[in-house]
């Protein structure tokens, strides 16, 4: 494992722990995708260069294993989204995650580096869990924005029916 992979994998690793923090605490439903974006950016920026000292792992390969990582990343936003909590405080909307909503980012993080590796797998020889770490940040951005996506989108429609809960029903 080179030592930008290994560094990717850490950037992950940490961006990920703070990620679950930030999901299992009391916080305002925005509109805000900021935090996407950085990861987003960071993300192009760390496979790009993945793809200029790749060796050993072919075309194809690589834009299946990374078009099937984001839609699992898609995937798992959709069902972190149903593990939240949504609610209206003072006038603005909160939303607070469960214990299964950390257990899901864990296992998506999971899902992704597994699937990138079943894909690649041995094919790439030692870098063969490079590309999963290269593309870590791209899928943290895609499932966080589809997770903030249908978060917005149900509580929009709860807001309309009137069915916002003044305060959630397990803190």
Known sequence: MSSASITSLVIGIVILALLIVRQLTTRRLRENYRLML????????EFADFLKNHTGIDD????VAVVGSLVLAAVFGVLRALTVKIWRDSGQLLMKGSWLTGV???VAVAAH???DYLIVGSSAGKNSSALGNSTVLLYLAVSLTVQRLI?????????????????????
């Open 151 to 171: 978060l917005l989108n149900r509580a929009s429609r709860l807001d309309a029916a009137g069915q916002v809960q003044a305060e959630p029903l397990n803190r």
């Open 60 to 63: 194809p390969k690589i834009v």
């Open 38 to 45: 950085i990861l987003a950016v960071i993300g192009v920026i």
């Open 104 to 106: 899901l980012w864990a």
């Open 113 to 115: 580096l597994g699937y």
